[in-house]
Each structure stands twice: as C-alpha cells, then as structure tokens.
C-alpha cells in the first residue's frame, strides 16, 4: 500500500510541471451578448482617415505628377485602388500642425502661379500643388466625406469665412466667382469643418490657453455659419496629456464656450511600445476608454439644465501607433518623414483602438487614422509601387461593421495589471449587430501575449447557429513586418468553423497574441 501511495506520488510529481503548463497556456472566459442592450450606431465616420502636408503623404503618395502610376490629375491610381479596399469614409485634411502655418489661398489658382512657402510647422518647403480644388476632387473621385480644418493657429476668422464660401457658396459672389474661374462651378458642398488642430498643445503655431481659443473659435463659427449655416464643426479638444498639462480643463472650457456652437469635440491618442512589453503596449485602452469617458462626461455636464441641448459627440480625429519616427523638436520629426514601418504587434493596437470606439459608439461618432499614405499610415509607396503594411488589414475588415449597432457585452475573462492601474481583461472585447441580416460580429483581441483563452460565448436573446466565421490576425513573430514585395507575411486568415455548442452557448479559443472576428448567424 506504501509503495503504490510512493508510486503515486510520484506520477503525480512527474506530471505536475505538464499539467502547471496546460493550466498556464489556457485559461477559460465567458462572453455574454443581447441584442436588446444597445449602445448606439457603428457611425460609418469611424472608419476616416487623415491626410497632412507632411513628408510623402501628399508629394509622392496621394498626389505625383508625371508619375506612370499616376492619372491625369496627378493621382496615383494604386494608392486610390488601395485607400477604396481600406473602407476610409471621410478625410481630414490639410492637417494637423501644418495648417496652423497654412493659407488656403495659396493653394488656389493655376500651379504656375502659386507661391512657395516655408513650412514653420515641419521645416519643410510647400509648393502648394495640391491644394483645396485637389483635395475635393480627390475625396470626389474616391466618394469619400472631406473634412477641412482651419488655421486657427496663425490665420484669421475672415480667412476661414473666405474658405467655406468659396467651397460651398452657390452665388455670383467674390470666392464662388474664384472657385468658377478654378474650373468648379458648382459649390463642393464641404458639411465638416475643424476649428483648427491641437490649439492646447505648446508645440502648436498659434498656440493659445483655453479662453483665447474658445473666443477665437467661437467668432470663427459664428462667421462660417453665416457662409453656410448647414455646416458641422468639430471644435480642437484634447492633445496634450503631458504631466503639466490640465487636458480635462482645456475640453471643459471649450465645451461650456461652445456647446451651442459645435457638433464634435477632437481627441488625438498616440501610442507606442518603446518598453518592449507586448502587453502593457495593448493596456493602452485604459487611456483611451478613460479620455473618452471624461469627455463625454464634460459633455453631459455642459449640456446639464439646457431645455433644447445641441447634440455634441467625439471625433477621434488623430490616433494610431506612433512612436519610432519622432524626433526631440518639431523639425527633427519632420526629417524623419514619420515614415513607420508598423510590425504585427502594431497591427493587433488596431483591433484595440476600434473595440474602444465600438464600445463608446453612442459618443464616438468620428474617427480619423493618422494617416492615410506613407506618413504613419497603412500604405507604403515608392516611385515604382506600394506595400500594404500590417495595420491595414484590420482597419479594412473593421470598417465592414458600419452602420452595424454596437451591444454593450459582459465579460469575464482572465486579468492582469497595468503600472498599478486596475486590473483588464486579457480579452479585449466589442460586439455588433446587423439587424437586418441577423449576424453578430464578436471582435475579441486577445492582448495575453502567451496565453491560449477559451470563451463560452453566449447569446441571451437568440439561438447561435453553430458555423460561424472566422477572421484572424495571428502570427508568431510580434515583430514581423512588410516591405516592397514582401507584403504577406502578416495576412489574415478567413474559414468558416463549426464551434463546439451547448445549448444557446458556443465555444472558441482564442490563441494568444491574436485579433479574432467572429461572424455569428442567429436563428
């Protein structure tokens, strides 16, 4: 009897370190959805896009006269053909901390005749090529929303007034009768306006405190609404999360100025991974839900007591990961052509930016990549073709969910801990629903970078039909990137598979270090 208790014991030892493992590399979750709990619209303008007189984003990516690659109006048709696949909806334009240097006039009228500028804000030179006239008629050519940001740095309120007339005025008079002689002569009919870009940061031109700007902005949009009253105006929030900075003071000002003025308030979020630490780098979506969250409380508070208040929401105008091409100065990063080369890690940070925006969809109503081409950006030129970088695929496969409703979930799932912060799912999660086709989309990232978690997932409202599919985004490599010619290393994979159900629940692992979208029929 001793020996087979000894005998015992000792089995038990031996196979102790393999059933620790098995225990450590699966962990179990479970995902509870109802259709019934909805948050609000998957806006389709969360799928933008952003584009900046900065580095090769315009000369050499959007725009490149004389190219082979190019059309008759200096378009490149592979970048065209690739931002379509993207899904990108609208796009800002011109920047960014260029346009609070920037004239709009100078990029008006025969090229010839335009004036070459020094760029203050990246130390560049402009030669104004591409202006107003071509940013509309590129937006035109992809049918995507435009989306112009004043100066509100540098320039004036008239300057601004100026710009909405001559693009939306349909009178014989002084701008319109400029955009005629231009070759357009009907109005372009821009409906979304910026207030100027990142006006509380101290690395801005034009940089000004809270109550400055809000004066500013505030005749500024009294002014562009007598151009045109049908206009949207997105006012400069929050960019400077510094440790002297006060950014919830800055969005609190501008909202109780302008809570009668404005349609969205801004928000910019860069991210990075210099530490090397897979998972502290996914953990950033405590910043973004809590920047959120703040905003859209300041909002609810601005518009507290009013009988008849203007409906605000956020614009997430400026985010991606962005950390590698910087420099200690303004135009030490502009040497640097902010030219990213994004890695699979890079491209897992999408899935968590869009589950944030997901699960705020009732706010969040806007969101613009930063940017579109080559400028930290999913697409990748030289003079002779393009890579698609890691990030793109799954901004593309998210932008499928437009116009879906977001549903608030339930999530139990393993946690660990950020710099002393609470405690966060492994599983980062978001849910929509497409009402009219019956389908579920349950976006799951995974950000555990060793741990394998299988979720019971379970539908309180309807039955889940046992096949879904499967779109993933996993690779063993975190840092594995593309290049020219080399730009299917990190592909998602698309299967249908049928998940082990019980029930109205089914099952699914997700591997570690993985973006899962789950297509899910309901009967």
């Known amino acids: 009897m001793r020996q087979e208790f000894v005998t015992q014991a000792l089995i038990a030892l031996i196979l102790l370190p393999s059933l620790l493992n098995a225990q450590i590399s699966q962990q179990q979750a479970r995902i509870k959805i109802d259709t019934d709990r909805v948050i609000g619209e998957v806006h389709p303008h969360i799928f933008g896009n952003f584009a900046e007189h900065l580095g090769r984003c315009i000369y050499g990516?959007?725009?490149?006269?004389?190219?082979?690659?190019?059309?008759?109006?200096?378009?490149?048709?592979?970048?065209?053909?690739?931002?379509?696949?993207?899904?990108?909806?609208?796009?800002?334009?011109?920047?960014?901390n260029f346009v609070s240097g920037y004239d709009w006039r100078d990029g008006i009228g025969?090229?010839?005749?335009?004036?070459?500028?020094?760029?203050?804000?990246?130390?560049?030179?402009?030669?104004?090529?591409?202006?107003?006239?071509?940013?509309?008629?590129?937006?035109?050519?992809?049918?995507?929303?435009?989306?112009?940001?004043?100066?509100?740095?540098?320039?004036?309120?008239?300057?601004?007034?100026?710009w909405v007339e001559y693009c939306n005025e349909s009178r014989r008079t002084y701008w319109a009768e400029k955009?005629?002689?231009?070759?357009?002569?009907?109005?372009?009919?821009?409906?979304?306006?910026?207030?100027g870009n990142e006006i509380d940061g101290p690395w801005q031109l034009g940089h000004k405190n809270a109550e400055d700007y809000s004066k500013f902005a505030l005749e500024a949009a009294?002014?562009?609404?007598?151009a045109d009253s049908s206009i949207k105006l997105i006012a400069s929030g929050s960019s400077n999360f510094g440790p002297n900075a006060d950014w919830i003071?800055?969005?609190?000002?501008?909202?109780?100025?302008?809570?009668?003025?404005?349609?969205?308030?801004?928000?910019?979020?860069?991210?990075?991974?210099?530490?090397?630490?897979?998972?502290?780098?996914?953990?950033?979506?405590?910043?973004?839900?809590?920047?959120?969250?703040?905003?859209?409380?300041?909002?609810?508070?601005?518009?507290?007591?009013?009988?008849?208040?203007?409906?605000?929401?956020?614009?997430?105008?400026?985010?991606?990961?962005?950390?590698?091409?910087?420099?200690?100065?303004?135009?030490?990063?502009?040497?640097?052509?902010?030219?990213?080369?994004?890695?699979?890690?890079?491209?897992?940070?999408?899935?968590?930016?869009?589950n944030s925006f997901i699960r705020h969809a009732d706010v969040v109503k806007m969101a613009n990549l930063a940017q579109l081409v080559n400028v930290i950006a999913p697409i990748f030129t030289s003079k002779d073709g393009l890579f698609l970088q890691t990030i793109y695929f799954p901004i593309a496969e998210y932008g499928r969910q437009k116009g879906n409703v977001a549903l608030d979930l339930w999530v139990s799932s393993p946690t660990y801990s950020v710099g002393g912060r609470p405690p966060l799912n492994y599983l980062d999660t978001s849910c929509t629903y497409d009402r009219k086709g019956n389908v579920l989309y349950l976006n799951v990232l995974n950000r555990s970078e060793k741990l394998n978690i299988t979720a019971q997932i379970e539908n309180q409202t309807a039955e889940l039909l046992p096949t879904a599919q499967v779109w993933q985004l996993n690779h063993p490599d975190l840092k594995a990137t593309h290049t020219f010619g080399n730009d299917t290393k990190v592909r998602p994979t698309v299967r249908s598979q049928t998940l082990p159900a019980a029930g109205r629940a089914l099952n699914y692992t997700f591997p570690a270090h993985s973006l899962t979208i789950l297509k899910m029929n309901l009967r």
């Open 61 to 96: 990516g959007i725009f490149d006269d004389g190219s082979p690659l190019s059309d008759a109006d200096g378009f490149r048709k592979d970048v065209m053909q690739a931002v379509r696949n993207l899904g990108v909806t609208v796009l800002r334009y011109p920047g960014g």
């Open 110 to 162: 025969p090229r010839a005749q335009r004036p070459v500028r020094p760029d203050q804000a990246w130390g560049d030179l402009e030669p104004n090529l591409f202006g107003t006239d071509e940013f509309l008629r590129y937006c035109e050519r992809l049918g995507v929303e435009p989306y112009l940001c004043i100066n509100a740095g540098l320039g004036t309120v008239d300057e601004a007034r100026q």
């Open 179 to 195: 955009r005629r002689q231009n070759g357009r002569e009907q109005p372009y009919g821009v409906k979304y306006w910026g207030l």
């Open 222 to 226: 009294k002014a562009m609404r007598r």
């Open 249 to 354: 003071a800055w969005n609190r000002t501008v909202l109780e100025h302008l809570r009668n003025d404005i349609d969205y308030i801004s928000l910019h979020t860069y991210i990075g991974n210099r530490d090397n630490n897979f998972e502290r780098f996914l953990g950033a979506s405590q910043d973004i839900d809590h920047r959120i969250e703040i905003v859209a409380g300041l909002i609810r508070a601005a518009q507290s007591g009013r009988p008849n208040p203007r409906p605000i929401h956020i614009a997430y105008d400026e985010w991606n990961v962005w950390y590698r091409a910087r420099g200690g100065s303004e135009f030490e990063t502009g040497r640097t052509r902010l030219e990213e080369i994004y890695n699979f890690e890079d491209a897992l940070a999408m899935g968590m930016f869009f």
